[in-house]
Structure formats: structure tokens, C-alpha cells
Nanobody, 125 residues
Framework: QVQLVESGGGSVQSGGSLRLSCAAS????????MGWFRQAPGKEREGVAG???????SYADFVEGRFTISQDNAKNTLYLQMNSLQPEVTAMYYC???????????????????WGQGTQVTVSS
């Protein structure tokens, strides 16, 4: 069983930065893919960024180069560096993990087996 714990969220002003972390207790297989999702009140959960088992990365269009997903395998930790933050990114952010890789797409919630509890990101103008 994989446990994911997010941290690093908080409240920042427009233009600020945050670095989210997702610590995994363990992985069931040596190959795995991970993603960051967000969910704002009243909206569906949507993909922000994904990193596959081969290290390739994918981003939602709205990221526009402002976010970077990365991982430290030695620390079993996934990161999301978020720069130039604007109020519209305010949401709960979740990390998720799936063994091996996705079947249809990195941004599909149903692709993932394990989810963290989320960390809140609030950006004020």
C-alpha cells in the first residue's frame, strides 16, 4: 500500500511562488508514474502535471510554463514548483501515483491508484 502525503501549500500574493512536495511511503513496483491534480470549490478535479516512469513530463495548457514537476527517487518525493502564481490557481492540490504508466492519459483521474489528502494553495491579488 502506497501512502502519499502532500505538503508545501499555503497562502501567497499574486506573482509569488510555492513548491509542493509529495512524500511516498513506498512504491509497490520499481516503475511508476505520478501526477499533480487540483480541485477548486465547485469544480471537477483536473490534471496539472504528470511525470511518467521514463521521466517524461506533461503539463496542462493552463500551466503555460510556470510550473515544473520533478521527482527525487532517492527520497521518494515528487515536487511541483509553482511560479508567477495568480488567484485563478487557488485550489486543493493532490498528488497521485500509478504503477508503470498511464493507459489513456496522464490527466485522467481514473488512471491513478493512490492519492494523497491534498494541500491547499491560495493566491490573493
Amino acid at each position: 500500500q502506497v501512502q502519499l502525503v502532500e505538503s508545501g501549500g499555503g497562502s501567497v500574493q499574486s506573482g509569488g511562488s510555492l513548491r509542493l512536495s509529495c512524500a511516498a511511503s513506498a512504491y509497490t513496483y520499481s516503475n511508476y508514474s505520478m501526477g499533480w491534480f487540483r480541485q477548486a470549490p465547485g469544480k471537477e478535479r483536473e490534471g496539472v502535471a504528470g511525470i511518467s516512469d521514463d521521466g517524461s513530463t506533461s503539463y496542462a495548457d493552463f500551466v503555460e510554463g510556470r510550473f515544473t514537476i520533478s521527482q527525487d527517487n532517492a527520497k521518494n518525493t515528487l515536487y511541483l514548483q509553482m511560479n508567477s502564481l495568480q488567484p485563478e490557481v487557488t485550489a486543493m492540490y493532490y498528488c497521485a501515483e500509478v504503477d508503470a504508466t498511464w493507459n489513456t492519459g496522464w490527466d485522467r483521474c481514473y488512471e491513478y491508484t493512490y492519492w494523497g489528502q491534498g494541500t491547499q494553495v491560495t493566491v490573493s491579488s
